[in-house]
């Protein structure tokens, strides 16, 4: 397409975009990194009604909850996406080797669950880093976060059984997590606009507006642009002949 075409599109499909659900959904999650921010400095509290406290758990749900309002709306916050491809590498690791060591020995831990969290962190390191895509890998990924939704949505359905706002709220988190996550690698465009930063983000180049189509560009199985681009250029923008950079970059 031409880019003088493209732009007048953009600036015509965003006008349309009247409801700014990109921001109401980071506002949902900054809700979530301050729900966890609480649990992890109120032990004695969270120790009284779960029987033990996990300080790791706590930090790095509130790391992955901060990290979803950067990709939703990056100009909330001035982080460049390196900083968010650290924090969630270190993340995916930190809880691959805590599965196959201590974590094993945690008596209120399951090995899974560390898998599973390695997979949360894992999705998240991807979102801001994108080193190849294609079919495969949304439909594994888009997998990944329907088993996590579905679990949770059980254990919301449970939590009326002996409701408590700790529960429920790291419940509710993981199932919208989940939610937004699997959206994202299926229409991966509508993820895109960073809401009013969008005439200043990497990436909105390549988007077809607020298609509810899965962007095609993404299936070709190559290098492509990270759904979440933080606040500067991501360092894996190595799909150059796609990009045209904004002046002034
Ligand atoms: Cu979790």
């Not at 499909?13 to 999650?29: D, E, I, N, Q």
């Not at 900054?30 to 009284?48: I, P």
């Not at 439909?139 to 949505?153: I, Q, R, V």
Request: with cysteine.
């Amino acid at each position: 397409m031409d880019h003088m075409d493209h732009m007048e599109h953009m600036q015509h499909m965003h006008s349309a975009a009247s409801f700014p659900f990109l921001a109401v959904l980071a506002g949902f999650f900054l809700v979530g990194t301050f729900f966890y921010c609480f649990r992890l400095y109120a032990r004695n509290y969270v120790t009284s009604v779960n029987g033990y406290h996990d300080r790791e758990n706590e930090l790095w749900h509130g790391a992955c909850l901060f990290g979803m309002v950067s990709c939703l709306e990056p100009t909330w916050y001035a982080f460049p996406a390196i900083v968010w491809q650290i924090v969630f590498a270190i993340g995916t690791v930190w809880y691959l080797v805590r599965a196959f060591t201590y974590g094993r020995k945690l008596p209120f831990n399951k090995q899974w669950y560390d898998f599973a969290h390695a997979g949360m962190l894992f999705g998240m390191w991807w979102m801001f880093t994108a080193p190849v895509s294609g079919v495969l890998i949304t439909g594994l990924f888009t997998a990944y976060w329907s088993w996590f939704g579905s679990y949770y949505a059980v254990r919301i359905y449970n939590d009326f059984k002996k409701p408590h706002w700790l529960s429920f709220g790291q419940d509710i988190a993981h199932f919208v997590m989940a939610l937004v996550m699997a959206l994202m690698m299926l229409f991966p465009a509508t993820f895109m606009s960073g809401g009013s930063g969008m005439h200043d983000m990497p990436g909105m180049e390549n988007m077809p507006g607020m298609s509810n189509m899965p962007d095609m560009s993404n299936m070709s199985g190559k290098a492509d642009t990270p759904i979440c681009t933080g606040s500067g250029a991501s360092v894996t923008d190595v799909d150059s002949s796609s990009i045209s950079h904004p002046p002034g970059k």
